[in-house]
């Protein structure tokens, strides 16, 4: 018998998917979920919004674990500043458990909003009703064990550390409002040291490994086995 890490690409995905559609924490296997999870500017947000541009956002419903940030409303805007964001602790994951459960057994929920430029949650939610399959992304995905085995196919995407950096560093100036000096002193102080202590061990829980972000071959793969799913679900 063949070990996962001895399967081709396209057998780990049909193997994905064989158990996808074996539900055994009595949710329905009407609803799927897929987990993307990888370093700090590997593409993950890339290769989630090119399933959801082939599958159709009428069909997907979108969680990003980035909603799930503690709230640190209660901190100075420095000691927020100094805050670890990439340890798994700062995240309200069991929460996302909590909802991703409901999510999957076809029960709608209100999702916290998180304001990157503030550190902390927004007082609206966003309302989220289920569809056939659930895409959830973030970079801490496949360290917490009882959100592992809520997902039915997961991927990491590998990428270099160099181009992982260099995107968050653009990322972050443009979108997040950070300077250059912040980025890089966060870089150098805990994104690092946590995505080697934390993000790099977890892709031994994959299930696929997508090499630099979008690759061609491998997302051709993910999609026809969820058009398969869908088709059987219809």
Do not use: W
């Amino acid at each position: 018998k063949s070990n996962k890490s001895d399967l081709t690409e396209a057998q780990l995905v049909s193997e994905s998917f064989t158990l996808a559609r074996r539900p055994s924490d009595g949710s329905t296997d009407d609803i799927l979920v897929i987990g993307v999870c990888g370093g700090s500017g590997s593409g993950k947000t890339t290769l989630s919004k090119a399933i959801i541009d082939d599958i159709g956002d009428n069909a997907v419903s979108y969680l990003s674990h980035d909603f799930y940030y503690k709230d640190l409303s209660h901190l100075s805007m420095e000691q927020r500043a100094e805050h670890n964001f990439d340890h798994p602790d700062a995240l309200d994951t069991a929460l996302l458990v909590s909802h991703l459960a409901k999510l999957k057994h076809g029960i709608a929920c209100d999702i916290p909003m998180y304001d990157f430029s503030t550190h902390s949650r927004l007082a609206t939610t966003q309302h989220m009703t289920p569809k056939s399959v659930i895409l959830i992304e973030g970079i801490l995905l496949f360290t917490d064990p009882e959100l592992v085995k809520l997902m039915d196919i997961k991927v990491f995407v590998e990428t270099p550390s160099d181009v992982r950096f260099i995107r968050r560093l653009k990322r972050d100036i443009r979108e997040r409002g950070r300077t250059a000096e912040s980025v890089i002193e966060q870089y150098m102080t805990t994104v690092r040291p946590m995505h080697l202590l934390f993000v790099e061990p977890s892709k031994r829980v994959a299930d696929i490994l997508v090499p630099v972000g979008v690759n061609a071959v491998a997302l051709e793969l993910i999609l026809s086995r969820l058009r398969s799913f869908m088709n059987k679900s219809a």
